[in-house]
């Protein structure tokens, strides 16, 4: 045994699967080290900005059914961004963003976002929009919490401040549920944003 | 080439590798800096699955060494204790890579030359831009 000392445990008896085993090692650890930190804090500061700028654009729209456009628009935006911002933080951390980190992360962040694009669609035909905005809430915070569950400890906390926020929508007025919306995805993305941002490097 | 040549190879190669980062603890803390950016001593400790003391201990000798900057600082009424790594930390880093990639380098061409009889693992590239 050649490498007897080193950060791996006597397993394989070859030199070269010892010196394998370190460079996986060291490539287990990059790979979720940076799911600590693969999400991207600036990427959550634009998302919350546009987020407040379409509450502003869906409050003074005339139907419901323009104002769940403009939601849906900026949910599609906001999504171009996340996985953008994904791409750059994974790329400067060093690693793939179809590697370990990011793939765990939009793994387990995707299944809520659908089921939200499905219930979205299902509700609005059936013409009841007035729950849209705490399923939203609940399913984005769900999807946070597992999404974040092997990150830092800011990200589940922010899935749980927007399920906060989605048990407080069931007891608001309809009227505010633009109000709601832009606390929660724009201020919430924006205040954790910049939170993760500077603590955790971009 | 030989199993004594190619075992005499690594012995020397063996003896170049950075002690203070062939240890696995040390080894994941540079590690996880090198991809984390700044972590914080609770989450390093989680990473690396280690207890309290093992994980200072270990911090210590490489922030002696220079290899990792220790940020301490409050948050709120609570200690907070980060760690960062150097630029000194991350050419360590890097040079133990690169020296564990030559090694295998070493072990395949030996396998070659024999004939190709013995089948390794090969692992998959590492990305060394850290």
Redesign the interface.
């Known amino acids: 045994m050649l490498i007897e000392h080193g950060p791996v445990p006597r397993r394989t008896q070859s030199p070269q699967n010892q010196a394998s085993e370190h460079l996986r090692f060291i490539r287990d650890v990059m790979e979720r080290s940076a799911s600590f930190t693969a999400v991207p804090g600036w990427g959550m500061v634009v998302v919350g900005l546009t987020a407040l700028s379409a509450a502003w654009i869906a409050s003074i729209q005339d139907s419901p059914d323009a104002s769940l456009m403009v939601w849906f628009i900026e949910a599609s935006i906001a999504v171009m961004i996340a996985v953008l911002t994904l791409y750059w933080k994974a790329r400067k951390s060093g690693v793939s963003l179809t590697s370990g980190p990011g793939r765990k992360y939009i793994l387990t962040l995707a299944p809520s976002l659908v089921a939200g694009l499905l219930f979205t669609v299902a509700l609005w035909q059936a013409g009841n929009t007035e729950l849209l905005a705490t399923l939203w809430l609940l399913l984005y915070g769900a999807g946070t919490i597992t999404g974040g569950a092997s990150s830092v400890r800011v990200i589940p906390a922010l899935g749980v401040c927007f399920m906060m926020m989605g048990i407080v929508s069931l007891f608001v007025a309809p009227v505010w549920m633009n109000v709601l919306l832009a606390l929660s995805f724009g201020g919430l993305h924006i205040g954790f944003g910049l939170y993760i941002a500077r603590k955790y490097g971009g | 080439m030989e199993d004594r040549t190619?075992?005499r190879s690594?012995?020397v190669l063996?003896e170049r590798?950075d002690p203070l980062i062939?240890?696995?603890?040390r080894?994941?803390i540079v590690?996880?800096?090198?991809?984390?950016?700044?972590?914080s001593f609770r989450?390093l400790k989680v990473?690396?699955s280690t207890s309290d003391g093992n994980l200072s201990r270990h911090a210590q000798k490489l922030e002696k060494a220079g290899y990792i900057e220790c940020i301490k600082s409050f948050q709120g009424r609570m200690p907070l204790t980060e760690y960062r790594l150097t630029p000194k930390g991350g050419v360590a880093?890097r040079s133990y890579?690169e020296q564990?990639?030559h090694?295998?380098q070493v072990?395949?061409s030996a396998?070659h030359s024999r004939g190709g009889h013995r089948h390794?693992?090969?692992?998959?590239p590492?990305?060394s831009?850290?």
Do not use: K, N
């Not at chain 2, 390794?120 to 998959?124: A, L, V």
């Open positions: 190619v075992f690594m012995g063996q590798l062939h240890a696995r603890v080894l994941g590690s996880a800096l090198a991809a984390g950016e700044t972590l989450d990473l690396l880093l890579v564990m990639e090694m295998l072990a395949r396998t390794e693992t090969s692992p998959q590492i990305e831009d850290y």
